[in-house]
């Protein structure tokens, strides 16, 4: 499952290069691998769409790159009428990879990376897909959002892993106003600014008054799109927040960071479970199974974004609010940072998926917030007692377990 969903992440990183000015064939230094000297590299287009023809005529370039994805070298040949093409003087090694890449019809595609295994000549297949303007089979796999507070207000990232089940590439779904196609329109919240995306590509997307586009393509396969929009909305003492759907939703996951002490309150969310992400910053985590196209998810988030010092807690485990972007620079330094955190949080909800079946499956009465609280800090300090946790990680998710706990007695006052 991690190959499968980090390959296709990685070649659009080595795809993101292909902007910049390159030689027609660019040499590979030999330091790198043990070469076996040059050959040839074979290949054919496929069209996947059932009854697509085979276009003429392509532009095919080869990327040659090491065992960790690294791009080392970039060639260049044109296909032949039945879809093939041949690359010559390549360099070739078991210890490299070789990966076609095509664009047709305004969408780029790449093959899937061959060795050489020092007899066969490599050979790759290289799929196109003709286009259609229907979004039946497009579904977003994953939505993951995560909530952090600046001096400015909320910060609010929001990631998606799109898929498209189908067997033509989705374009040209609706017309912008200049009259350029666009694939996928998504929602924005009344309020929005100093929203911008990743991927960074200058005119992919397009902000509307509520709502951005998507103009980019969207080619078969699982997860074959992870893009990322950020932007700032006004927070005081708490605010609603509501989404609606675009598309099916199979999943999405609100993350706030622990320390902060919030909470959401909402019917149907799950939560909050607390995790450690990769940077080693911890979240509470909360999840809403499933929303068809047009559904909306609504909660509220209560709580002032201030640290609380632990009572007789040395200062130093005191934290200071996430800046402002600092996530969002994080996890969007490029669209292989989109996918890392969304497979860490995926990888995090798979692993505890079974214990958290195990432990709600004779929960049928409805427990008071207050109370479930109350029974996880008794719970993280039985942890800490037995040695399972480390004393900064339990004083934060203590800090954010008592926050919950004055919240949820505050609104109980109310």
Known sequence: ???????????????????????????????????????MVTGVIVNRTQGGTIPESLSVMLHVLDQNYNQLGMLHAQSQPDGSFLFEDVPLSPELLYVGFVTYQGASYNSQPV???????????LPVYGTTNDLSNVQVDEMHVLFNFA?????VNEIYLISNLGNSTVTGTLTLDDGQPATIEFPLPAGADYVFFKPDTSDRFVELDSSFTDKAPLVPGERSSQIMVSYLLPYFDEMSYSYTAPLTVRNIDFLIPAEEGMILQGPNLLGPEITTLQ???IYQVYTYKGLSAGETVSFDLLGKPNFEVISGADNSLAKPAVSTSKLAIEIGSGVFGLVMIAFGIWQWRRSRSDDSEADTADDTDEVNPYEEVIVKIAHLDDARDWGEIDELEYAHQRAALRKQAKILLEKDDE
């Open 115 to 125: 060795s050489f295994d020092g007899k066969t000549t490599p050979n790759i297949e």
């Open 1 to 39: 499952m991690l190959k499968r969903l980090l390959f296709p992440a990685l070649l659009i990183l080595v795809f993101m290069l292909l902007t910049v000015p390159v030689r027609a064939q660019t040499s590979i230094p030999t330091a790198t691998s043990q070469l076996e000297g040059t050959g």
């Open 279 to 281: 940077d080693q910053s």
């Open 151 to 155: 001096e400015d207000g909320l910060e």
